[in-house]
């Protein structure tokens, strides 16, 4: 075969445009991933260098491949490799070296979501609105949204719409300030504070310009506008860019991301090429046909043709419950025999699903019978208590400053530093505007907290100061330096105090263990590593667009995920579950726009491709909701899969 030999016409095609704008507009399963890894590794044939070649991509696998061919052209001869990254961590190795041009330190630390919303509750008690008036998370998805759209602070009470966006701007400005006053930033600003580098600092743009020649991007249609941006900022000389996406499974406009860029891409880069793909080489022709029904009931889409390449081995399924644990215990059940009795293996089965809720009984489900599954997204890893614990000891470890860490872990496990003390120190610090430590020594010294009190602040201050040492002067030994810190603050007691129950502690300390071994892996694959690099990306694993989550889904195990986190990726047997009203779509836009509607839509198009060969659609007839049973209906996403399309009016004399 010859090296292209594996591609159709029209991917071969896109392969071989080597420069100038390119867009692959295609289908689910059309193998436009495939085509950026072919593409990469057709560039450097051609004699770009790798590290020159910048591709944005979303999941494990295609980066994992993208360097498979590249190692394989190579020969192994691979001194410097391509950048393979997410927009986050290409906007951290910008910010990384530039972010002091905007007046905040090179060590700067991105606060992931827990100490997001510990911060949002800090802010929203400071400039005393309830909890009743604005929750926490609303707070946050209002600003991100501001973010998003490029609104500074300063403005936000211009464009507050209610109260509870006007109580929002007050909150944005607050908390704005404690992310300052730390050295902090969070996943919005990662992109925000790029992209003004960009806007304000030609010679900081210049200088990233000059890193890339080519640069690609899979799937498009999510990116939102600070994105684009950034990215039509970066390519603007050479305009060498090659972007790959499907308007129809476009699902983060709830975050910002607009289908006007890739439907616009051609206006934004004259003389752009695009490419159709419409061969399908991912679903039988049964689940191809499902897919395209439910989809061509949304109306602001590119008609698209998709032809499948794989005969059905069976019909697609709906299977109705009478309510929601049935249908756990079901879907568990079959994939107990198939597993079992077949010898299908487990990682062949996914379980798709709308919201965090869901998965809970499924899992419990999987763990009677003990069948190995992981459950990617939501609850990650990182989420569970002792996960963060460790984490805040070395964030406060990275940067003193960091008092929401430091307020976590400040007397876990217990030292004699009372929750009074904390707060008494903690009110002066704030008020005067000075570190915790200083003022915690000058509270001694008043007489205002006791001596003993301010012993073991300093002691702990020590302890942390000496951990601080050993992981600067060693950094490729931070994992051994973090078994000693975990055995010197004795934290497995800490969980045996905890967990009472021996196999809960069990579980826990295994998840040390974990946690030590996840920087071994780090430490181990890093030239030059860091703590502050290590901190960036555990930040960035966390969220769910990010090639990480897949690490665990090449195990062999049952695979439980959103449908915002099953983009991209396949399945031979997929089981999309919950198919109500008020669960996909979701409540939140039952009586929602069309709009809503459409984006609710294409999840739902998005969940029923990631199937190869075996489909299962389940709904439960009734659902708990507070506790009690309530009838649910039937998703209309059902009906629309069985029939045909709303004809679009005619009108009267014109042909149909
Ligand atoms: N020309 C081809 N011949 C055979 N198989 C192919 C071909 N092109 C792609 N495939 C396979 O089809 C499947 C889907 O490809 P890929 O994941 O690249 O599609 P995609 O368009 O990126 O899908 P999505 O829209 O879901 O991201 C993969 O298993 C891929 O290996
Ligand atoms: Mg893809």
Known sequence: MDRLGHLNPAQREAVQTLSGPLLVLAGAGTGKT??????????????????????VTFTNKASKEMLQRTRELLGGRMKKRPWISTFHALCVSVLRAEIKHLGYPDRFAIIDRGDQESIARGVLRDIRVTEKALRPGDLLSVVSRWKSAGVPHQRAAEVADDDKEFLAALGYRRYQEKLRATGSVDFDD?????????????????????????????????????????????????????VVGD?????????????????????????????RLEENYRCTDRILDMANRL????????????????????????????????????????????????????RDFA????????????????RRYGLRYVLLGSQSFYDKKEIRDLLAYLKVIAHPDDEVSLLRIINTPARGIGNTTVEKVMTEAVREGVPFWDMAQRLVNDGVITVKAGAAIDKFRQLLDTFRRKMESQPEKMDVVLRELIDTIDYEMEIERQYKDPQQALMRTAGLDDFVGSLTDYVTRTTG???DDYLASVALDGRDDEPDKEKQAAEDAVKLMTLHSAKGLEFPRVYLVGLEEGILPHKRSVDATEKEIAEERR??????????????????????????????????????????????????????
């Open 247 to 275: 308007d129809d499974q476009s699902i983060y406009g709830w975050r910002g991301a607009e289908v006007r860029h890739i439907l616009g891409f051609s206006q934004h880069f004259p003389g752009a090429k695009v490419i």
């Open 529 to 531: 590593p860091t703590l």
């Open 295 to 346: 989809v061509q009931h949304n109306r602001d889409r590119h008609k698209k043709q998709l032809r499948p390449n794989k005969q059905s081995l069976e019909d697609v399924r709906f299977l109705e419950f009478s309510d929601e644990t049935l249908e756990a215990e079901q879907v568990v059940r079959e994939i107990r025999f198939l597993h079992q009795q077949k010898n299908v293996p487990l």
């Open 190 to 242: 990662l992109l925000l504070l790029t992209n003004r580098l960009f806007r304000e600092f030609p010679e900081v743009l210049e200088r990233h310009q000059r890193r890339f020649d080519h640069v690609q991007i899979d799937e498009y249609q999510d990116t939102n506008g600070l994105q684009f941006s950034i990215i039509e900022a970066l390519v603007r000389g050479h305009n060498n860019i090659c």
């Open 34 to 55: 495939r085509v950026i890894t072919v593409r990469m590794a057709e560039l450097i044939r051609n004699g770009v260098t790798p590290e020159r070649i910048l591709s």
């Open 351 to 366: 379980i798709l699903f709308r919201t965090n809720e869901q998965p809970r009984l499924f899992e419990a489900e999987l």
């Open 603 to 656: 999840l739902a198009y998005v969940g029923i491709t990631r199937a190869q060969d075996y489909l299962t659609l389940s709904r439960a007839e009734t659902r708990k909701r507070y506790g009690k049973p309530r009838k649910s209906m039937p998703s209309r996403f059902l009906r629309e899969m069985q029939q045909e399309p709303p004809r679009v009016a005619v009108e009267p004399g014109q042909p149909a």
